[in-house]
């Protein structure tokens, strides 16, 4: 079993007026969190510079926690080859939010963000408590942006059940919290929660992220 190198993907789109995910205690939360990960090597950037072939084939498993990007057809393109090709993949959060102008890619992620309301105070339920990913944990509560999730990759509005081969370990309301899938021979994982340090900070979102990333590179 060999440590992963993993890269992060953070920021979000300078158009948008509230930069709630581009604060300095959002990066440091999400920086917390990937330290405490088994790797053998970490980069974050906000730069989609990154996403190319050649730099991509330094990483084992690809987290991205970033919010309303716009990559290129290029970018997108080596993003998912090298999923495709093996390398893990972990969404946190908006990363069903993110990149939304290339249907392939929330393909690739498993469904789109829809909708959610104010921040609120939820409980996550685990459904499947056999799992490397969730074993041991419990239900917990926290406060969060609930988010709504749509199958339908080119219209948030359009609310379509997710795509078949999606493992739901966690749930809330109804609505996924955490999935596991596949995209070619590379594994997939979202987690819903993450708007900020509420459910950041949280320890059972801390273990499912750190343990996510684990599984996603094929060390669990």
């Known amino acids: 079993m060999t440590a992963p190198r993993v890269l992060m993907l953070l920021g979000q789109a300078a158009s948008q007026v509230g930069q709630f995910h581009n ?7 999400l920086a917390g969190l990937l330290r405490t990960a088994d790797c053998a090597h970490r980069v974050i950037s906000d730069d989609l510079a990154v996403l190319t072939t050649d730099f991509l084939a330094g990483f084992d498993v690809i987290v991205n926690a970033s919010t309303s990007l716009d990559p290129t057809p290029d970018q997108i393109a080596a993003l998912l080859a090298r999923v495709e090709a093996g ?46 990913i969730t074993a041991g944990l419990e239900d917990y509560e926290h ?42 021979s590379g594994r997939v994982a979202y987690l819903a929660s993450g708007h900020d340090a509420r459910s950041l900070d949280q320890p059972a979102f801390r273990e499912l992220f750190t343990r996510s990333i684990a599984w996603a590179a094929g060390n669990l």
């Open 87 to 132: 390398a893990g993949f972990v969404g946190v959060h908006a990363a069903t939010a993110t990149f939304v102008q290339y249907p392939e890619y929330l393909a690739m992620v498993g469904a789109r963000f829809g909708r959610h309301d104010p921040l609120k105070h939820f409980t996550v339920h685990f459904v499947d408590r056999s799992h490397p």
């Open 23 to 29: 604060k300095a205690e959002h990066w440091s939360s």
């Open 143 to 184: 406060d969060d942006e609930l988010y709504e999730l749509t199958g339908d990759y080119m219209d948030r509005t359009n609310v379509l059940p997710l795509q078949d081969g999606l493992h739901v370990l966690a749930e809330a309301e109804g609505h996924p919290m955490a999935y596991l899938k596949a995209h070619g």
